[in-house]
């Protein structure tokens, strides 16, 4: 197994110290901050937040708000531990803020990461997409993986999350070691991104979860404005529509999901368009999920802000 840890490390630690009555210009009541994403601006949504008192008696949670922002009132003086947990459990964070006076300082940007340096984080590469480049934008670390050791359960032992590229080795998909794993791994809390041709390896294991046009080809880059279906995520997007790309050499029209469609837009494809056709959808299964986009991350460079905000919400709450 071929382990390489690619990304850029961003501290989920900050500390406040030597605070005085100079704290007083620039503060805010209690403890205020906004939790983002390694990369400082894309905020995270609906992390839990823990604030425990090291030197008072003091012991609450919140959740962050669409805009990642999370506040606390009527705290003693002293000094806190704050400690973040994604929804999905995949990125976390540790910070120490101190109350003095009954407030903090202002404008305080809690940094997460994912767990273990990104050892729990699995990438499959592949030929058609780069969904890494997306997560080092975030700040988030990964570990590459070659698709034949999908066929080892000991691969998914410590892993809470495997992408799997377009384009990777779609062999491994007709191996029954792997759809086993495949469906253990989601069962049991994992989470499954996968994008564009990838998706035999979703068809093999959950073969009526998406369901697609047949035989729907064409040539070239194409463009489709984007909605996002979902409520949590639309406020999330800030209502925003996006232009997603997609090449519909290697783009499987999808026509619905047993499970959650998070985006739609109208598809050209070789037999006309396809109106609101889903772009990216979700389905749970036991304890996990699984997130399928059809379009490939790399080629949104119109709308990366965009992007690497849905594929943050998709880390993080899927």
């Not at 988030?140 to 050791?149: G, H, K, N, Q, R």
């Not at 998706?199 to 996002?228: E, H, M, P």
């Amino acid at each position: 197994m071929k382990y390489i840890k690619i990304g850029i490390y961003v501290a989920a630690f900050a500390l406040l110290v030597g605070c005085s009555t100079d704290l007083l210009e620039g503060t805010v009541e209690g403890i205020r901050v906004t939790v983002v994403a390694g990369d400082g601006p894309t905020p995270v949504y609906n992390a839990n937040i823990t604030v425990k008192g090291e030197t008072e008696n003091f012991n609450a949670q919140k959740r962050s708000s669409v805009d990642g922002t999370v506040s606390f009132g009527g705290i003693p003086d002293g000094d806190y531990s704050l400690a973040a947990e994604s929804a999905s459990g995949v990125i976390i964070g540790n910070m120490r803020v101190n109350v003095y006076d009954g407030r903090s300082a202002d404008g305080l940007y809690f940094q997460l990461s994912t767990k273990a340096d990104g050892a729990r984080v699995l990438m499959v590469d592949g030929t058609y997409d780069r969904v890494g480049d997306t997560m080092e934008r975030l700040g988030y670390l990964y570990t590459t993986v070659d698709a034949a050791d999908l066929t080892d359960p000991n691969t998914f032992a410590a892993a809470d999350v495997l992408i799997l590229n377009s384009g990777c080795d779609e062999n491994p998909a007709e191996d029954q070691a792997v759809v086993d794993n495949l469906r253990d791994f989601v069962n049991g809390g994992g989470r499954l991104i996968v994008s564009g041709r990838a998706n035999d390896y979703i068809d093999a294991v959950w073969s009526n979860a998406i369901t697609y046009i047949d035989g729907a080809t064409g040539n070239g880059l194409q463009k489709t404005t984007v909605s996002f279906d979902n409520g949590d995520l639309n406020s999330y997007m800030l209502g925003n529509d996006i232009t997603v790309k997609y090449d519909i050499e290697g783009f499987p029209v999808m026509t619905g999901t047993t499970g959650v469609v998070l985006a739609s837009g109208d598809v050209k494809h070789s037999g006309g368009t396809a109106a609101g056709a889903p772009v990216a959808v979700s389905f749970a299964r036991g304890s996990g999920m699984v997130t399928y986009t059809n379009f490939a991350w790399f080629e949104q460079d119109d709308a990366e802000d965009a992007a690497r905000r849905l594929l943050n919400y998709i880390i993080a709450n899927r």
